[in-house]
Every structure is written in structure tokens, then in C-alpha cells.
């Protein structure tokens, strides 16, 4: 099947569904953006430390698959000047959507995150890049791309699933227990009974795929990439979810591409 479409599809629904990763930010977050007080997200709770941000004042700034009308328009607000990326036409007119409200500069662009190729080498300063490639099969020419449109000494802020998180029975999981089916790297294509694959089809939900810390990681150094920052994050209690009960299971990163490489 077409991985791609399907989950271009599955996002477009979500946003008609309110999913809370397609919710735009206030007015009133925009405005405190403006004046530099702001905080975004690449995994469930944690905001993004505040000095992994360079100074956004005219920095060309990267949103890579990272549509829904949440860090985009902060950023903008706050100086940058901010390309979207993403594969889903309902995240991006979010986007859109916050900058008619609040009068914000956004380029919005629709495509693949692991292929680049309509930017040239070295188009942005900074690139911010949520939770977002557990729906692409390969993340290693995601970091290769991101690589390559960074300027020497910008900066790659990426949020990532622990691929620990697919190793459990995903039934199982929804009755309260956890039982280790599957190996790493993961695929719900690959790996889910047909029966559950073909519900999460018919019902829209986006299919994931679970990648190795070698390739999330080592993926980055491996382009490139110096790691220059980490930190761990877990869904918060109100989501009721079994398994961060008992460890973190996403992780950010901020990785900075060397003046001379």
C-alpha cells in the first residue's frame, strides 16, 4: 500500500477531528510570542529548553513535518521566518489559518519529509522537527536531508518515539497489559495481525513505524550531525497510558551541523 497517502489521509482526518496535535495556538500565544515569551513542543510535554534556540530574529527557520498550526506560528511571531513542510493539506491550513488570523508570515509547502529537494544546500538556520517520523518506513534520509538544507553551525531539533514503545502487544495495551510481541525496528504493516491491520485502516488511523536508537541517533551522527543536547519525555497522566507508568518513551534531540564538515 501507499504509506504516504494513507497517512496524508489519516492527518487530514485527524484535523477534522480535533486530535489535539492539529489544534492551533491563541491568539493570546501568538501576541506573547511577539514579545518573546513563547514555549513549543517536539515531544508530548516537555517545552523545547530555551537555549537550543538560537536568536530567531531573521532566522530561516525549517518546520519539517511539523504542520498543525502550533510551532510554526510561534516562531514566526517571535522573529523567524518560517517555512512549513508537511504531507497533510488539513495540518498545513491550519497553519494557514493562524496566519490570516494574527497576520504572520508562513511558507507552506506540502511534500515528503525524507525528500527535500525542492530546497538548495544550506536554505535554513534551524530546523524544527516534532514527533513526527514514526509514519515514515526509513528516518535515515530524513536526517540526510535535513543535513544537507542546514546551514554549517544550524541546528536540528528533533522529537522522536523510543522504539521500546512497539514492542508490546497493542491489544493487549488497550486491556491494561503488557505483553512483548513485536521486535524492533517496528512496523504496523509488517508486524500487526491482519485482521487489527486492516481496523486501523478502514477507521483512518495513521500506520507508524518504529525505528532503532542506531538509526534515530546514530542516524544523526552518521549524516553529520554533533549531538549537542537530549532529553526524555512521557505522556502525562490524564492520557492514561500504560506504559508511561513506567519509563519515558520519547526522546528530543538537538544536533548541530559543524562549521566545517
Request: charged share 25%.
Amino acid at each position: 500500500m501507499d504509506v504516504r497517502d494513507h497517512n496524508r489521509k489519516a492527518w487530514d482526518q485527524s484535523v477534522a477531528e480535533g486530535n489535539r496535535w492539529t489544534v492551533p495556538v491563541s491568539r493570546e500565544e501568538v501576541d506573547r510570542a511577539r514579545q518573546g515569551d513563547f514555549k513549543i513542543l517536539l515531544t508530548p510535554t516537555r517545552p523545547v529548553p530555551a537555549d537550543w534556540f538560537p536568536d530567531l530574529n531573521g532566522t530561516r527557520t525549517l518546520c519539517l513535518a511539523a504542520a498543525g498550526g502550533q510551532q510554526a506560528p510561534l516562531l514566526a511571531a517571535a522573529g523567524s521566518i518560517v517555512t512549513v513542510f508537511d504531507n497533510s493539506p488539513g495540518q498545513l491550513a491550519q497553519d494557514r489559518s493562524v496566519a490570516e488570523r494574527d497576520g504572520l508570515s508562513l511558507k507552506l509547502v506540502e511534500g515528503d519529509m525524507a525528500d527535500l529537494s525542492e530546497f538548495a544546500d544550506g536554505s535554513f538556520d534551524l530546523i524544527v522537527h516534532p514527533c513526527s517520523n514514526a509514519f515514515v518506513p526509513d528516518v535515515n534520509p530524513v536526517w540526510r536531508e535535513c543535513f544537507r538544507v542546514l546551514c554549517p553551525g544550524g541546528s536540528l531539533l528533533a522529537g522522536f518515539t523510543n522504539s521500546l514503545r512497539y514492542l508490546f502487544d497493542y491489544e493487549r495495551m488497550e486491556q491494561g497489559e503488557l505483553e512483548v510481541r513485536n521486535s524492533i525496528p517496528y512496523s504496523d504493516v509488517a508486524h500487526l495481525p491482519a485482521a487489527y491491520l486492516q481496523k486501523m485502516i478502514d477507521a483512518g488511523e495513521a500506520l507508524e513505524f518504529g525505528h532503532s536508537l542506531e538509526d534515530q541517533i546514530g542516524g544523526q551522527l552518521r549524516a553529520g550531525f554533533v549531538l549537542a543536547g537530549m532529553f526524555e519525555d512521557r505522556y502525562p497522566e490524564e492520557d492514561e497510558d500504560l506504559l508511561s507508568t513506567y519509563v519515558d518513551t520519547f526522546i528530543a534531540t538537538q544536533a548541530v551541523k559543524p562549521e566545517r564538515h
